[in-house]
């Protein structure tokens, strides 16, 4: 356990994604860009993403046939079109988007040691698109620290 | 990016929510006032559920559809009264509620900017009630930031 | 709401969890260990683990029977060797262990109050483990407080 300097701080950062439809962008290299241009070695960077059918997560950055699988298996959970749904202002895939964003996380916090992010030797940080049309996402970016 | 002040500081608080059995309540008003209360205008606001058969979401505050529709797919995905559980004490929604819970969120940050939660234009926050019954909920709150 | 003192501080550790193959393992006390450790009596302890194969889950401690449960029904939610997945180099649970993980959560975040963890009477702090083998797990702590 290390106990750090006392003179804490804090800064925003806005990151913009651009999505091709529904998929995984990995967003690793931009948060540790924005922790490196905010100074900070040792702390904690917090990302929230502003919309309701996107979200975050955290996977393996190695085969890409993870996030393949990982997308077949949500469009089998939550099929495109179900009769279930009522919300379908704008398509098929749009509240299947939501549930999507519900089953997965709007949010993530990562600790940030000696200049870099906390992350496993196989973990990247991924915007998951869940309409199927491309967007541009925006991820609030929180870093706390010295 | 924006360097912040060097003051950093922080608060508590404890929401109290109270239910009408299953179903979401937005507590998005409630957040931002325990915000405003305590005096910090950029930082951090996190929120963690005390409970096990409760969970946190963000979500479309526009159409109420959104809302009706994700709680139609739970229904379906994880059944009241499911053969497969053995934990029934509470009922037939008691282990579902805790699946559910477990299939969401028990906690969110959200960055605080200028003042406002960094919420988009749709999102709403939400306590999500997952047994049948109406209970009281405590959401504890940590605010940090200048 | 309680305003702290101003001398904010923050500390990382690293918890180190042995698995015994798929299920859940409580690390509660490791946790409330690292926050005495690091002597902050009110903040906020984040976690965050390593791997993307295992989780972070808020439960139930009473009765066991509710893991029991949440272990069959994720087992039934996303089986072992089902024909979906493509990526298997690890065998028939490699692919259902990332979408475990994606479904739960990696992180979580919990305020500290008076020297405790804010959790509910009934709740715990999980590690589950998804895949069949045991493994080492390690979990990121970083600690913010006063």
């Keep these: 356990m290390t106990a750090a300097a006392p003179a804490l701080r804090q800064a925003h950062a806005t990151l913009a994604v651009a999505t091709r439809g529904r998929g995984l962008v990995e967003i690793t290299a931009p948060v540790a860009d924005a922790v490196a241009r905010s100074g900070i070695r040792d702390g904690l960077a917090t990302l929230f993403v502003r919309h309701t059918s996107a979200s975050l997560v955290v996977q393996e ?16 959970l939550v099929p495109d079109g179900d009769a279930l749904f ?3 202002d704008e398509g098929p895939d749009d509240m299947p988007a939501h549930v999507r964003a519900a089953l997965t996380a709007v949010q993530l916090s990562i600790p940030v040691v000696d200049g870099r992010l906390a992350l496993g030797a196989w ?23 010295t």
């Excluded at 973990?123 to 620290?145: D, F, K």
């Design 61 to 76: 950055n190695a085969d890409p046939a993870v996030r393949a699988d990982l997308e077949r298996f949500f469009a089998r």
């Design 86 to 88: 009522r919300h379908r």
């Design 123 to 145: 973990q990247g940080i991924y915007l998951w698109e869940h309409r199927l049309r491309p967007h541009r996402r925006e991820v609030a970016v929180h870093l706390l620290g």
